[in-house]
């Protein structure tokens, strides 16, 4: 993988790239891939056709230097979303940066319609989080895996803030998709954004990386990688005023 901004580098340590120390300061990096005309999706509605296998490593790296890993119910409902699973070579560094060897999921529901039988539920390797909220039915997991905040919809701030506040988690990789991506936006909550693009334009309709932003978001480019056609663009998120 190289890096072309801020300044060229032949072979990046990605690990060290992204890395946030344990415990800093809350931060909610949003990473998607998407297609050159901006589709989420591959021909089968999921994401592992859409990038090339470099796009597998920045996501591996990014989930190896995250607290938790935050999903919304939508892409979990696919029925394909993985647990975290690092490598050994990253749980040893994930030690020896501090952090547990494997990230938690914490999955967004407003609905509570999720199977609670899927390997994200049953086959982590450390307990998955729910945050959902006071209309949505209990969830059926321990009830320490439940974050309840706000009642028609989830509170989204409140909710990092329970992360960090309760269970230390603080640097948060948001993996999507769209419907999620939306609603941190809208609430202001996105401090970098990693977009993987992929080398292709995808047949038919279909969503876009922020599916309904309510405005205008001003990104600052900090970093491009680019390997083998596959180009990871890292920007910083203007704070809301
Ligand atoms: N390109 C990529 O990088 C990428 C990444 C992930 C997924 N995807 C694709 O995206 C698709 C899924 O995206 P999606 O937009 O349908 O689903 P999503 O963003 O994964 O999840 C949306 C769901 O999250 C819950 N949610 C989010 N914010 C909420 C809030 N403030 N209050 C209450 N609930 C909230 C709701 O769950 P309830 O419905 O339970 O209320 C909502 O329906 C799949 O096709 C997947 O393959 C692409």
């Given at each position: 993988m190289r890096r072309l901004l801020p300044d060229q580098a032949a072979d990046v340590d990605l690990f060290s790239s992204f890395n946030n120390s344990p415990g800093g300061v809350a931060q909610v990096r949003l990473s998607m891939v998407m297609s050159v005309d901006g589709s989420t999706t591959d021909e089968a509605g999921?994401?592992?056709?859409?990038?090339?296998p470099a796009d597998k490593r920045l996501l591996r790296a990014l989930r190896g230097v995250a607290d938790a890993i935050l999903v919304g119910a939508g892409s979990v409902r696919t029925g394909r979303y993985p647990p975290h699973r690092p490598p050994a070579e990253y749980r040893a560094r994930r030690r020896e940066a501090g952090r547990p060897e494997v990230a938690p999921l914490v999955v967004v529901t407003g609905?509570?319609?999720?199977?609670?039988?899927?390997p994200a539920f049953t086959d982590s390797g450390t307990p998955t989080l729910v945050l959902t909220c006071g209309r949505a039915p209990t969830p059926r997991l321990p009830a320490d895996q439940v974050l309840v905040h706000g009642e028609a919809t989830v509170d989204l701030d409140a909710g990092l803030g329970a992360l960090r506040?309760?269970?230390?988690?603080?640097?948060v990789l948001c993996e999507g998709g769209p419907g999620l991506a939306t609603e941190l936006f809208r609430a202001g909550l996105v401090d970098e954004l990693v977009v993987s693009l992929a080398p292709s334009i995808m047949p038919g309709r279909n969503r876009r990386l922020v599916d309904n932003p309510r405005r205008r978001e001003e990104l600052t480019l900090s970093e491009v990688y680019e390997e083998d056609g596959q180009v990871f663009l890292r920007y910083g998120v203007r704070a809301r005023d």
């Open positions: 999921w994401t592992s056709r859409l990038g090339r609905s509570g319609d999720l199977d609670w039988s899927l506040d309760r269970f230390g988690l603080c640097a």
